[in-house]
């Protein structure tokens, strides 16, 4: 804030904005992002991007699927725009598929499985192998997308890649993926593909 750069201030917002949606707390992630478009003209489109974005996390939150793909949408037109040398907030030119990333993840979240399912398909043919640790959060979240669609078996089948990337990169962020991916496995948790997936995930934190 005491920059006075109103850029800067617009990427300080959308950064506590992500904090809020780490918490679960889209009202506050709207309130934030709002804040920071309310003078959206004179901000750079990267900055607009991220506000856009984080927005439609905070959409995701409160279970409205029509804001998510309008703040999608909208972002996605703003990207070939992007054109600045600051050395912060560059994921949007550097990650293949950036939105595309959010919108699974938003999808994710609203529990829309098979749909989610799709886009994490399309995201991973454009994801490097050495881009591990991404390609590993995000192969957890397709295998969390396709438990919530009740296909525990191809749930399990794309963990195991999830899981070999964990064991490599002890990643906390992908420790937190696959958190999540057991919590949308627990209907199975008495099955074997249940036990499979505990056991599969527990040789991966322990390193064996």
């Known amino acids: ?9 617009g990427y300080s917002l959308v950064n506590q904005a992500q904090v809020r949606t780490d918490l679960g707390d889209g009202h506050a992630v709207i309130d934030l992002c709002e ?34 793909d309008q703040l999608i949408d909208q972002a996605s037109r703003l990207l070939p725009t992007v054109d600045d040398d600051l050395p912060w907030g560059n994921a949007c030119r550097r990650t293949p598929g950036y939105l595309e990333v959010q919108r699974a993840t938003c999808y994710g979240r609203l529990g829309l499985g098979n749909e989610a399912m799709s886009l994490w398909e399309q995201v991973l043919q454009t994801v490097p192998e050495t881009a591990r640790r991404d390609r590993g959060v995000y192969l957890a979240r397709h295998a969390t997308a396709a438990a919530r669609a009740g296909e525990p078996d191809q749930a399990l089948a794309i963990a195991r890649s999830a899981a070999d990337i964990a064991a490599e990169t002890r990643s906390a962020r992908m420790r937190r993926e696959l958190a999540t991916l057991q919590r949308a496995m627990r209907p199975w948790q008495d099955a074997p593909v249940g036990q499979d997936l505990d056991h599969l995930l527990a040789s991966a934190y322990d390193g064996s």
Do not use: F
């Not at 804030?1 to 201030?9: A, C, E, K, N, V």
């Open 1 to 9: 804030m005491r920059s006075r750069d109103p850029h800067l201030i």
């Open 35 to 68: 804040a920071t478009l309310a003078d959206s003209p004179g901000l750079l489109p990267k900055v607009r991007i991220m506000a856009m974005q984080q927005q439609a996390h905070g959409a995701s939150l409160i279970r409205d699927r029509q804001s998510v």
